[in-house]
């Protein structure tokens, strides 16, 4: 089964400073990988997802994350962090082939301090 | 433009009382994802169709649990009798179910619920 671990519950982070949001994946096939952002009362909404093509995905937002098979890992970053990024974000994961369900990770509140 | 809509948006209840919310998904979406989110537990999958079918429901509590899709614009999932450990937001996701996954779901704005 494939599963996400998400490395700290919350983050904080100056206005303009880096953003990284961590997220390890176990997969015992190519997974496709997702990350989704909360905003408070809102549901989640897609910021990026990797579907083995390039390994480097841009998303929404200036948002990019990294797919690293090595280090099985998908981080989420961002050079300058903003206000409007204080949200909270959930990696997933789902198995290639056929429609697969999305497992999604505890998730990271990002507060954004200025 | 195009929204996973949910009705009611916050309903309180009384302990052992039915609920039930309602989804319509975006048109031409057929997979339907219902989810429950917690403090404690964070996101977790109830059901979902794909077709109007269901294809899993593993993570739903069947004793007292049912989802339901009547028709391609309404999915509905009822609680009775409701109990307090209920308490939750419950989205509705709905996304197009291509061959070769990796397809984005697009969950709605969610119906929060206290059961008291």
């Known amino acids: 089964a494939q599963s996400v671990t998400q490395l700290g519950s919350h983050v904080s982070v100056s206005e303009g400073a880096l953003v990284l949001l961590r997220c390890n994946y176990s997969s015992s096939v190519p997974p496709y990988l997702f990350w989704y952002v909360q905003y408070p009362n809102q549901g989640l909404q897609l910021l990026l997802k990797y579907t083995s093509a390039a390994t480097l995905v841009k998303g929404i937002n200036g948002f990019e994350a990294e797919f690293k098979k090595s280090e099985t890992s998908f981080h989420l970053t961002k050079p300058s962090a903003h206000m409007s990024d204080a949200a909270e974000y959930f990696c997933a994961v789902s198995k290639s082939g056929g429609y697969q369900k999305v497992t999604f990770g505890t998730g990271t509140k990002l507060q954004v301090i200025p | 433009d195009a929204r996973v809509t949910q009705t009611p948006r916050h309903k309180v209840t009384e302990m052992g009382q039915e609920v039930t919310m309602r989804c319509q998904p975006i048109?031409?979406?057929?997979?339907v994802f219902w989810y429950r989110q917690t403090m404690m537990q964070g996101l977790e999958l109830l059901a979902y169709?794909?077709?109007?079918?269901?294809?899993?429901d593993s993570g739903m509590p069947k004793d007292r649990f049912s989802a339901e899709m009547p028709d391609a614009t309404l999915a509905t999932l009822k609680i009775q009798p409701s109990e307090p450990r209920d308490s939750a937001v419950y989205f509705c996701?709905?996304?197009?179910?291509?061959?070769?996954?990796?397809?984005?779901?697009?969950f709605g704005p969610g119906t929060r619920l206290t059961v008291l």
């Open positions: 169709f794909r077709n109007r079918a269901p294809l899993d």
């Open positions: 996701a709905s996304g197009l179910g291509l061959a070769g996954g990796g397809n984005e779901q697009f």
């Open positions: 048109l031409g979406h057929n997979t």
